[in-house]
Each structure stands twice: as C-alpha cells, then as structure tokens.
C-alpha cells in the first residue's frame, strides 16, 4: 500500500474556473481519507488529479515519495470506484471483477484466485454466476469493489460510491466498507457530500469549499473545534445555530448582544469586546440544567423516538434543539433551554474565523 501527498496542487479549467486551488495534504500508509463538502466544491476533481485523468495546472502529486505528475494513469496502479459503476451486463459476476486482468494479460489461475478472494472478502462468492441485472443494488456495488479489489492497487479512490443506493442499504454498505479497509490494510481516499459517511468512514477528513481545504482534522476535532463557521455549519445535524450581534462589556464581563438575546459569554472572549461576530450554538448543546437561558417559542417539534428536536424561535432569532424524550414542549409556547458558556462557539462576521 502506499502514501499519498499532494502539493501545491492547483486545476485551472478553461474559462479560468478553479476546480482546485492550492490543495496540500497527506494520506498516510492504510490511512482512510474523505473528501467531504457540497456540490462544486473540488472534490471530484481532486480525485481525477490523483488518479491522472486531470493533470494539475501547477503542483504536485506523490505517491511513496515518487512524483507522478508524469505518469500515465495506466501505470498509476490506482483504483478508482464511480458513483455510476458501469458494470458490463452481458458479463456474470465472475467475468465482470476478472475483466481488467485479463485485458492486461495476467494468467488464468492467478486471476481465479484473485476473484475468488475478492468475492469471499465482499461476501459474493454464492453470486459469481449471475449477471448484473439478477443483483440488488448492493450486491452490484460490491461487485464494482471487487473490480477494484482484483487489481491490488496501491491506492483506492471512491468517488461517492454509495449516493444511488437507498438510505438503508448506505447504512449496510457504509459498515462494510469500514471493515472492508481495515481487512485489506488499504489507503483510501474517498469523496463524498454527505457528512454523515465522512464522520463515520473518515480517519482524517478533508472539508472542501469552492476548491479551497477548510480544514484537516479527525472527525471529533472537526466536530468540537471546528476552525471557521462553514465547517461548524457543514458539519453535525441538525446544523449549528448562528446568531449575529456584537460582543459587548458589561462589568468587566464579555456579554454577547443580539436584539433579541444577550449571553454571558465565557473571560477569555474580553479581548474581543465591540468585535462583530457570529455566535453558535450545536442543537446537540442545550440542555434544561445549569447555564445561560434562552427561552424558545416553539414552532415545531420533531418526535425521534430515543430524543425530540424541536425548532422555534427568540424574537427573530431562528432556533432548534435536542431534548430528551422525556421533555414535552408545546407549538406556540414557551421553553426553556439552557447553555454552558463553554459550549458556545464565536466566529468573526468578516473573517467567519471562529475566534
Ligand atoms: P459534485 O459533488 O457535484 O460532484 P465536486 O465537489 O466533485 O462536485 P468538481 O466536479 O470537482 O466538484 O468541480 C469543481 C469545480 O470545477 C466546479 O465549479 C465545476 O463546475 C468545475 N469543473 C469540473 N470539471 C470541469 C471541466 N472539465 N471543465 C470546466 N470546469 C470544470
């Protein structure tokens, strides 16, 4: 297996569209790294530079120490895994995973071996003789692993691999994936746009925006100490609240103000009396013990079994929370909720840098 390193990678389209600028990072030997972010934000593109299909407008990538800028993506020995797995349906299982060996002339019997240990790895083994059209959703994208798998490659790319299965089956395949990696001991790089399977798969995860990183971290450091507001936003659901105001001295204190809301805010944030900022708070964050209270109108509640959202308002202020199940708010009327001061996040309006 190997590792990869981006440097300075920047992809200039025509019409002078960045698709990536000035991505540095690094995927560690077995390490499993997510790209994550919306819709346009590089990802993809990223992926295409590693695996040669784009060549960078400046910067470059390694693998194993080795620049591959010049290599052609044939002799990358890189994997990549689409969204839309094209699997070819006059082939069975068996022919559809074996396919890339034989074109490359590898022998009979090492291509056997190499498929049967594939299928028994993804549980396919009982499905070699059907065609793709005689397979679940799943079991076909199993099999478009297994494409993967047979060629040993030195690196594996994911490119959404999940997004056309239904919710359940992401779940099911999300799990196997994860113990797929740590079976193969394999470096993977994996692109995705939703937060929930780059929190899940991701050792290390990469947010994206408009081409430009955001943030490296593992996920519970992306989750507490998120580096601006886009990530703190991007990541956790339901998403953060954010209330604009200013923070303000009262008594020595820093308080935070808001027509419709004032907090004690935590000493540490003295030094940024009369700064305009962006407060957040995670739904996840209030509880209805000890701290700072905010009374919420409720508009809606979300019943979720083991645990309620519920979404409101303070003035103009647009709010939702999660309580336990336990708790019974009203539409319409009022609720308390509090926070600890430690768990209220600040980031500059201008900047959106969380301070
Ligand atoms: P999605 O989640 O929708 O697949 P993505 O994060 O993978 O998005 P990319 O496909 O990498 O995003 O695109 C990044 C940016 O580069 C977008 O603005 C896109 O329109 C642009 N782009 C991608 N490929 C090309 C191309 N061949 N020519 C011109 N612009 C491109």
Redesign the pocket.
């Known amino acids: 297996m190997a590792k990869l390193r981006l440097e300075r990678v920047t992809?200039i389209?025509?019409?002078n569209?960045?698709?990536?600028k000035d991505i540095t990072f690094e995927a560690e030997d077995k390490e499993f790294v997510v790209l994550v972010?919306?819709?346009?934000?590089?990802?993809?593109?990223?992926?295409?530079l590693i695996a040669g299909l784009?060549q960078p407008t400046s910067g470059n990538v390694y693998i194993d120490g080795e620049c591959i800028n010049d290599i052609p993506p044939r002799d990358r020995n890189v994997a990549m895994v689409f969204q839309n797995y094209a699997l070819y349906p006059h082939m069975d299982v068996y022919e559809n995973m074996a396919f890339g060996l034989k074109v490359r002339g590898y022998p009979a019997g090492e291509i056997e071996a190499r498929v049967k240990n594939a299928a028994e790895l993804l549980g396919l083994s009982k499905y070699l003789k059907r065609k793709p059209g005689q397979l679940s959703g799943g079991q076909r994208q199993r099999v478009a692993l297994g494409r993967a798998i047979v060629r040993e490659p030195r690196l594996f790319l994911f490119?959404?691999p999940l997004s056309n299965l239904d919710a359940k089956l992401r779940v099911q395949m999300r799990s196997e994936l994860a113990r797929l990696h740590k079976r193969l001991s394999a470096t993977i790089i994996y692109?995705t746009?939703d937060q929930v399977e780059a929190m899940t798969l991701g050792q290390k995860i990469i947010v994206?925006k408009d081409?430009v990183i955001q943030q490296i971290a593992d996920p519970l450091t992306l989750y507490q100490s998120p580096a601006n507001k886009f990530v703190a936003g991007f990541i956790g659901s339901p998403p953060m609240n954010f209330i604009p105001g200013k923070i303000k001295e009262v008594d020595n204190l820093p308080v935070f103000v808001h027509p419709s809301l004032n907090l004690k805010l935590n000493r540490k944030f003295l030094r940024f009396i009369n700064r305009e900022v962006e407060l957040g708070i995670r739904p996840d964050d209030f509880s209805r013990n000890h701290g700072l209270e905010i009374q919420m109108i409720v508009d809606v509640v979300e019943p979720m079994g083991n645990e309620r959202y519920i979404y409101g308002h303070c003035g103009d202020i647009m709010l939702s929370a999660r309580i336990q199940q336990d708790e019974h708010p009203e539409s319409d009327k009022p609720f308390r909720l509090t926070i600890a001061p430690e768990k209220i996040y600040l980031f500059d309006a201008q900047t959106e840098k969380r301070l």
Do not use: M, N, Q, Y
Not at 17 to 20: C, K, L, S, V, Y
């Open positions: 992809k389209f025509d019409r569209i960045h698709g990536a972010g919306p819709s346009g934000c590089g990802k993809t593109t990223i992926l295409r784009e490119d959404e692109v746009h994206l081409g």
